[in-house]
């Protein structure tokens, strides 16, 4: 008798600001962290005994394989390309020319934009979920993109984090649970 098994795989493609962002090496990787408070009181030594949470970062992570669309495409980033770079924007007034400094002390968040994934028709990925839509998410930083220049294919590592979102409109939405990283449909 053949075991059943619910295996569920297929291809994502992905667009940052509307723009595709060409064919990745090993698709894309969608990270949580947690973060919480433990709750420890001397009854119990260092023993946790409840945990006071404390919010979570999300990132998606993926290799581009195909430099000219993800990074050197026409539109918004380094060299003007469809990510937006900390650095040699033209357009955006945080930023400062290619290899410069830009403004310390400027907000990303009115530089991130939407990165939807879409999954391929007709794989079990596809209702799986069939996209995924970070509307707030941007090149994170702190994480080193390398490109290497040689004769070999020009892998590109990318981490993007996703800001949250509020859902609702009025000044206590910044303390809502109806605050959200990501959509599925």
Not at 24 to 42: A, I, K, M
Request: with cysteine.
């Amino acid at each position: 008798m053949v075991a059943s098994l619910t295996a569920i795989s297929g291809p994502y493609t992905g667009s940052w600001n509307g723009i595709y962002l060409g064919v990745t090496e090993d698709g894309y990787e969608l990270e949580h962290t947690f973060y919480s408070e433990p709750v420890r009181g001397d009854n119990l030594g260092d023993s946790i005994q409840d945990e006071v949470l404390r919010g979570q970062d999300v990132y998606v992570n993926y290799t581009l394989i195909e430099h000219n669309k993800g990074i050197a495409a026409p539109s918004v980033g380094q060299a003007n390309s469809s990510i937006h770079w900390p650095t040699g924007i033209s357009g955006f007034n945080a930023v400062g020319a290619n290899g410069q400094v830009g403004v310390i002390g400027d907000t990303l968040s009115e530089y991130a934009s939407s990165l939807v994934l879409t999954a391929q028709a007709s794989t079990p990925a596809a209702a799986s979920p069939a996209s995924i839509t970070f509307p707030g998410a941007i090149l994170a930083r702190n994480f080193p993109i390398r490109v290497l220049y040689a004769s070999r294919l020009r892998r590109i590592p990318i981490r993007m984090v996703c800001l949250p979102v509020a859902g609702g409109t009025g000044a206590g939405d910044q303390y809502s649970p109806t605050i959200y990283y990501y959509t599925t449909t």
